[in-house]
């Protein structure tokens, strides 16, 4: 993502807080969102991930989201089992537009932090690596109500990340297949 593309996205998120929160939703609503997550990172696809969040309602439209989900992948390389984790911790907004529908798209924003680390195999190369990293994580999807207190979602997230020496590592897309439980 460029620099201006990037301006966008935090200017998107920062026009939230001129918003009117003032006025209560009709209902309000807290839910939890848990699923499957599937990360592509340049050149690898980490197949094995999570997703646990807690979205609550500031407005009819806009929520607030916190999100922890994390994705590995183990290979055998250099003669040893090597293992791949992204870990990322966010926070944000999200809006939904009132429909009658029960399916509602969303669009979100998140801001937070990604932690990468390889494991190499202890017996043969013994050597840890990480790094942790600030990251800016817009996505949209879809929530489908299938009763009062569960809903289907899907939604795809581009990570942005900024690391500490500016290095661009290219763009991040995590796929989300999960449940929205409300309470």
Known sequence: MNMSARHVVICAALSVLFQ???SSPARAQSAWE????????PDDTLPLGFSVGIVGSLTPTWSAIGEIAAARESQELL???????????GGGVRWTPQLTSPIRPFVQVLVGAVRRSIDFDPETIGLDQS???FMIQPGAGIA???TDLWSAVAALKLTETLTQNEVDIG????LFLGVRLDF
């Open 171 to 174: 763009d991040e897309f995590r």
């Open 34 to 41: 848990l699923g499957y997550q599937l990360a592509h990172i």
């Open 131 to 133: 790094e942790t990293d």
């Open 79 to 89: 003669g040893g089992e090597t293992r791949f984790t992204i870990l990322d911790i």
């Open 20 to 22: 009117d929160f003032s």
């Open 144 to 146: 489908y109500r299938v």
